[in-house]
């Protein structure tokens, strides 16, 4: 017998297919056609919205046991960030970092790692799949971001979590630093964490200690590490590039769920 939601997920299938069809016969003719293309464009959405509705988004990202633990959990992108404010941190062995959170909130605060290790905290072994085709399982220990912002207390107007990292990307002069964003569906869900361990340990620096984030239902790109603030905003416009992260500004998708 069908569940009510396996009926709602066949229809919807079906209807995705029907879509899929018509774009691709409709594709050739219709490629040269500016409105057309700016209606693929949207599609981005409406695939963001499928995946919302058949995967519901409060659904848990599987966990493992500490059977499953990689041995050593690779890291990749950024594995130690040259810029001079992160190497001063590291000189003084984490004692002067502090998490800033402001932007849409009513009380902005800066939390030092001592503050950050005193909080409730969650710990889940995950799997991480990053999309250049590598996965590793790791154990996560950190504060969850809901506790974080029930401190800071977003306003109504806060649609948006942006993640502020240490590292710059490119050398130049112009702003590089790596940044990420979730929308509140994925900054209040209990795997959300901001992880300070790795396997029992405090983070090591190539997995971007002393702090990054885990959001453990999407790719790995969406995990900031070397993270120095926390800002809410209503939309990414200001934002550099202007689509929620450094990979997005390059093409990637915003919303990378697995
Ligand atoms: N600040 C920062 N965060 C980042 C990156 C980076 O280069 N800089 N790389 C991303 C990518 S593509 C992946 S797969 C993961 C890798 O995390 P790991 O180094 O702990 O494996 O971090 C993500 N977060
Ligand atoms: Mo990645």
């Not at 800033?100 to 889940?124: C, H, N, W, Y």
């Not at 800002?231 to 697995?258: C, H, M, P, Q, T």
């Amino acid at each position: 017998m069908n569940s009510p939601s396996t009926g709602r997920r066949r229809i919807l299938r079906g209807a995705l297919a029907a879509a899929g069809t018509m774009l691709l016969s409709a594709c050739d003719k219709l490629s040269h056609n500016e409105s057309f293309v700016n209606f693929l464009k949207s599609a981005q959405h409406l695939s963001r919205s499928a995946h919302k509705a058949v995967s519901a988004r409060k659904a848990m990202a599987q966990e493992f046991t500490e059977a499953d633990i990689a041995p050593h959990f690779r890291s990749n992108g950024t594995l130690m960030p040259r810029d001079e404010h992160y190497r001063d941190l590291v000189r003084g062995m984490f004692m002067d970092y502090k998490l800033k959170i402001d932007g849409l909130v009513e009380t902005p605060a800066a939390f030092s790692l001592a503050e950050l290790r005193a909080m409730p905290s969650r710990t889940q072994i995950t799997r991480h799949d990053c999309v250049e085709g590598w996965s590793a399982i790791g154990k996560w220990k950190g504060v969850p971001l809901a506790h974080l912002l029930a401190q800071v207390k977003p306003l109504p107007s806060a649609k948006y979590v942006v993640f502020r990292c240490a590292d710059s990307m490119d050398s130049g002069s112009s702003d590089s630093t790596y940044y990420e964003s979730v929308d509140l569906d994925d900054a209040y869900h209990p795997q959300t964490i901001l992880a300070y361990d790795l396997n029992d340990a405090a983070l090591p620096m190539s997995n971007g200690a002393p702090l990054r984030a885990r959001i453990e239902r999407q790719l790995g790109y969406k995990h900031a590490k070397y993270v120095m603030r926390i800002e809410l905003v209503d939309s990414f416009d200001k934002i550099r590039g202007g689509n929620g992260g450094y990979w997005e500004d390059l093409g990637y998708e915003w919303y990378a769920g697995i």
